[in-house]
């Protein structure tokens, strides 16, 4: 079996916006909070299984500086401080058939760190998520 990947069929959206002009190299990172599912092992052999009911998670994106989703992020961060209304859906999709991960509720986290230099940089917006859900294949 031979599976493709293309990273031009990432789909990132942040509400109304859809993430562009994305970072070479490594330019999303979703991690998973929470413990998942623990198990516990009785002195008799016998074992417990407990699902941790945190199911939130971060995303990291890394886009150009030049790319419109700074601007965004940072307009939804100012509303997000001056009265909460800074939260959106988020959806991120592998059009090749991959992993679907998608929250109802996301907000960014802070302003992304600037740095300038001779070149064009990149800038690194990471998002926080309330309850998230993971559909599809984990690897494409």
């Known amino acids: 079996m031979v599976r493709t990947y293309d990273s031009?069929?990432?789909?990132?959206?942040?509400?109304?916006?859809?993430v562009s002009e994305y970072a070479d190299g490594s330019f999303i990172t979703i991690e998973a909070h929470g413990e998942g599912v623990q198990k516990k092992v009785g002195a008799d052999g016998e074992v417990t299984r407990s699902i941790d009911p945190d199911h939130t998670a971060t995303i990291t994106i890394t886009v150009l500086q030049q790319s419109p989703?700074?601007?965004?992020?940072?307009?939804?961060?100012?509303?997000?401080?001056?009265?909460g209304s800074g939260v959106f859906p988020v959806l991120v999709k592998d059009l090749k058939g991959g992993l679907v991960f998608s929250a109802e509720y996301a907000w960014v986290q802070n302003i992304p760190t600037r740095e300038f230099a001779i070149e064009s940089t990149e800038r690194e917006i990471t998002i926080d998520c309330g309850d998230v859900e993971w559909t599809g294949e984990l690897t494409a």
């Open 8 to 18: 031009r069929k990432v789909l990132i959206s942040l509400g109304p916006h859809s």
């Open 69 to 83: 989703t700074v601007p965004f992020c940072q307009d939804m961060f100012g509303r997000d401080r001056a009265d």
